[in-house]
């Protein structure tokens, strides 16, 4: 009998303990970051169009937000990131701060897209257009990359998940797309 009530003091412990488990900021989402830049060169092309696209090429539109917590009903379209100031606000373009660290802070000057933890990263790829070509001194081809769930960024994950991660592809990392000139 004592054994019995040890073992359900213990049990009852446990799920409490789990109850309890600190969460992190970043709960219930992933991003799925781009490098996009030119054979050689290390900085990211500006003023891009980077969306999430079906098989046909078709812009994915975040209905009802399914896929992303931000922009329901919109396309999926991706965000430059950008550095944050000594004030906690985006710096202006050449700006400079004392403390100045990028808004999603995984990524340097790489597109971004927030989306849902079980967002079917295996359904889409990704369109990257150059839609104002005089800007970035020439037009670049249109590249489609297909995705996988491994390109998205797991933010919160248990240490089990953690672990499965050593092996295979490393999760975390940008997609590196190469982008040519027309």
């Not at 992933?30 to 050689?40: L, R, T, W």
């Not at 003023?47 to 999430?52: C, E, H, S």
């Not at 919160?156 to 953690?162: A, L, R, V």
Request: hydrophobic share 40%; charged share 20%.
């Amino acid at each position: 009998m004592k054994y019995l009530l040890f073992m359900l003091l213990l049990a009852a412990g446990g799920a409490s303990a789990q109850q309890n488990a600190m969460h992190c900021g970043y709960d219930f989402t992933s991003y799925v970051v781009i490098d996009a830049h030119e054979n050689g060169k290390t900085h990211n092309i500006k003023n891009l169009k980077v969306t999430i696209v079906d098989s046909l090429g078709n812009d994915v539109i975040n209905t009802n937000n399914l896929y992303s917590y931000n922009k329901a009903n919109q396309p999926m379209k991706f965000s430059f990131n950008y550095l944050i100031g000594d004030d906690n606000k985006r710096l202006p373009e050449g700006g400079v701060a004392k403390k100045e660290r990028w808004f999603f802070p995984y990524a340097k000057d790489n597109y971004m897209l927030s989306v849902v933890n079980n967002f079917p990263a295996e359904s889409f790829q990704v369109k990257i257009e150059d839609v104002d070509g005089a800007e970035n001194g020439g037009k670049f081809k249109t590249v489609f990359v297909p995705l996988y769930s491994y390109n998205m960024y797991v933010l919160c994950s248990n240490e089990s998940e953690q672990a499965a991660m050593k092996f295979g592809r490393k999760m975390n990392k940008p997609i590196d797309v190469v982008l040519e000139k027309e």
